[in-house]
């Protein structure tokens, strides 16, 4: 499978398979509580079996063409993720989200592994709109959003109870022109001759 390096720190995008369900589930239970506190990624995955359960529904929405989930490493050591939860080649959209434990926030570790999907979706796939929901008080994932120069689509009130809270869900999202576009001018000035 793949290893996508990430930089020169040890970070890595690789795929986050079933096989990997004790790994995940230590992972998970290192950063739980930080993991959880806007989204309910991961709080059925209680053992190994319940972890495995979850990644092999990613595997098999890989398998269907309509999500995936990839891990971050840091130093060999798995650190969090970025998942594809909805993944519709037929309208050319997908919804990007990601999780991180604790340990591993403030390193850009999201961004960059959501920028080598974005491309991937964009260009391999041929993806149109790539969405960001999230949580109007998870402010580190709504800063990722405008990282990757997303728009604010809007903002979806009171969407869903969670924690005993009606959350506010935030969308935003990038086009494919505007990706490239961006990525386009990044790398213009990127060159040594500006």
Known sequence: MYAISLGDDGAELRPLDPWRAEEFLAHLDRGREFITQHVPFGLKATDVDSARALLQSYADKRAADSGSLHGLWLDGKLVGGLLFRIFDAETGTCELGCWLE?????????????????????????MHRVEWHASSANEPSLNVARRLGMSRDGV???????????????????????????????????????
């Open 102 to 126: 604790p340990a591993a926030t403030g390193r850009g570790l999201i961004t960059r592994g959501a920028r080598v999907l974005i491309d991937w979706a964009v260009d391999e796939r041929g």
């Open 156 to 194: 979806l009130r009171e969407h869903h109870p969670y924690r005993g809270i009606r959350q506010d869900v935030e969308v935003w999202s990038v086009l494919a022109g505007e990706w490239r576009a961006a990525r386009a001018r990044a790398d213009r000035y990127a060159r040594p001759d500006h």
